[in-house]
């Protein structure tokens, strides 16, 4: 059973050109979550998604971000304009009832 | 604000001995807690977990040891092999919302042979 995939690994961006992050959650899991790491920093929760729907996009920076699951496809964070500021880690996360948060390898992501 | 903590940005460990990481989470509400370990390059992995209605919990080589009183959580680790050498972190959360995480800083360990 393969774990969260997410890609690319490794994502260069100038400042102002678009980064897109996609995740494809566990088999079976509905559930995906996005979170941020900054250098030498824990990770922040950004959103949170179900098929279709997001639920919870209280962390998420109210301008350039945005995300989606649609039914079919992986689940895509969308960074506009992409400033210094945006370079870090983004992980991914699904689950399903019961289980706990499985968290993919991550996407890094450098504005230059 | 809510916020989780640990005490210790680094810990130094000899290969054999045991180790404790502690962790300090100031959001009484929280009733689901959660130790993960980050290696290099890669996202964070589930250890074990406990909820509010338990005190201890263990699992293989691993402890985890939860005071609501201080609102306090350790990991202990016995026999740290260097395999252990990673970031630690803590998470707290509602156990109705298990996915939404909030994280402290970390800790790293290193394990010397």
């Known amino acids: 059973n393969a774990g969260v995939m997410q890609n690319p690994r490794h994502l260069v961006r100038r400042r102002g050109q678009e980064a897109r992050l996609r995740c494809s959650p566990m088999?079976?899991?509905?559930?995906v979550y996005w979170y941020r790491q900054l250098p030498e920093e824990g990770l922040k929760f950004m959103v949170y998604l179900q098929k279709e729907n997001i639920i919870d996009e209280s962390g998420m920076p109210k301008e350039r971000f945005s995300a989606e699951f649609p039914k079919e496809g992986p689940s895509i964070l969308r960074i506009q304009q992409v400033v210094r500021g945006d370079s870090a880690a983004y992980f991914c996360?699904?689950?399903?009832?019961?289980?706990?948060?499985?968290f993919g390898n991550g996407t890094r992501l450098t504005v230059t | 604000g809510e916020s989780v903590g640990l005490h210790l940005p680094t810990l130094s460990v000899q290969e054999g001995d045991n180790s404790i990481i502690n962790c300090a989470y100031s959001?009484?509400?929280?009733?689901?807690f959660i130790w993960y370990k980050q290696e290099s390059g890669k996202g964070p992995q589930f250890i074990i977990d406990i909820r509010s209605n338990m005190d201890k919990r263990q699992g293989q080589r691993v402890t985890v040891l939860l005071n609501k009183t201080v609102k306090h959580l350790s990991l202990q680790i016995a026999a740290t092999q260097p395999g252990d050498s990673a970031v630690y972190f803590c998470a707290e959360t509602l156990a109705s919302n298990t996915g939404k995480l909030i994280f402290g800083q970390g800790t790293t360990l290193q394990v010397k042979p």
């Open positions: 996360a699904s689950f399903d009832r019961d289980s706990p948060l499985h």
């Open positions: 959001n009484s509400a929280s009733d689901y």
């Open positions: 088999k079976g899991h509905s559930h």
